[in-house]
């Protein structure tokens, strides 16, 4: 706060923000997603915030969050993976060298990072770490063991907020676009809001929600696809270039294409206009092996047999994506 104003009542005006200056000069632009850029140009997650990727395993969460990485190591930056799914360091690298990382980037600790925390504490001194060693893109996979490791409970809104306080919130604060790998829970009702857990996971995201719902399997050597829909955008810079009129507008489609043995090319197709991500929010039978099989028998007892998806949603009573996968998957066991 400017000098010249006198306190009053002996308030001490530095300890506040100095609105008066700031209106003075230009006010900053509103923020804009600067990773996971699309074919178009426009980017899906924020920088210098928490952002969160959600959806059932085997959905591709992990994939585009890798790929936001492998992006900030192609511009010059760094990037940290935070691994407490236990993926791996070498299933990791691996597919970031799939999807066209540099090897001299990756093997240099200047640019990039990998890390499975053994405890709370451990995490603690990674995070203060990164306060110097500023990263670009942090991969936090998964939410769901995080909070475990503090021994937290994924339901309890005090618990998170611990946890996003000693964890997300700084590496937010050191720059980072800081992308948390989550996912859904089996009710219907909370699949439909968003990941499991509070609440509170939601209110804490700074920058962007996605919602990640496989389109076509991740299989190696054949890559996949998934839908990227908007769960939330606290800034709109994001929704700005989504088709409108979706309570969750697709964001994208997130593709893996076999380009050679070892390598895939990775891209985030923008949507075209009023394109949509299936609107049934069940688990997916893609990311259920077990369920795909039974529901593909379900579809060799049908006499006649199914003519169509809109055929099979009739009859079975399924949504799109559910009667989507199962005919895929049916075709293709009828004519092998």
Request: negative net charge.
């Amino acid at each position: 706060m400017s000098a010249s104003v006198e306190p009053l009542h002996g308030i001490d005006y530095s300890l506040y923000f100095d609105v008066a200056a700031l209106l003075a000069g230009d006010l900053p632009p509103a923020p804009t997603p600067l990773y996971g850029t699309r074919e178009d140009g426009h980017a899906l997650f924020y920088a210098g915030q928490v952002n969160l990727a959600f959806g059932d395993p085997e959905g591709g969460k992990t994939w585009v969050a890798l790929y936001c990485a492998v992006e900030a190591l192609r511009k010059g930056g760094r990037a940290l993976v935070l691994d407490l799914d236990h993926n791996g360091p070498g299933p990791t690298v691996t597919r970031m060298l799939a999807m066209g990382a540099d090897r001299e980037a990756l093997s240099d600790p200047t640019r990039f990072l990998y890390v499975e925390p053994e405890d709370r504490t451990h995490a603690i001194t990674v995070v203060a770490d990164m306060a110097t060693w500023g990263p670009d893109v942090v991969v936090v996979d998964s939410l769901g063991e995080l909070l475990p490791l503090f021994g937290s409970s994924s339901n309890s809104a005090d618990d998170f907020t611990i946890v996003h306080t000693r964890i997300l919130k700084p590496l937010a604060k050191a720059g980072a676009c800081v992308i948390v790998i989550d996912h859904l829970s089996k009710g219907s009702d909370s699949r439909t809001f968003g990941p499991g857990g509070t609440s509170a996971k939601r209110r804490a995201v700074g920058g962007v929600s996605i919602r990640v719902r496989v389109k076509d399997a991740f299989t190696p050597g054949k890559g996949g696809s998934a839908y990227l829909s908007v769960n939330k955008d606290r800034h709109g810079g994001l929704r700005a270039h989504c088709p409108t009129g979706d309570r969750e507008p697709l964001a994208g489609v997130f593709e893996l294409r076999v380009f050679s043995d070892d390598v895939l090319e990775p891209t985030i197709r923008a949507p075209k206009d009023g394109e949509s991500a299936p609107a049934d929010f069940s688990i997916s039978a893609a990311a259920d092996p077990q369920r795909l099989a039974e529901d593909v028998d379900a579809l060799d007892a049908l006499d006649p047999p199914p003519l169509s998806q809109r055929d099979v949603c009739k009859r079975m009573k399924w949504g799109g994506q559910r009667a989507t996968e199962a005919l895929r998957a049916w075709r293709e066991r009828s004519q092998s």
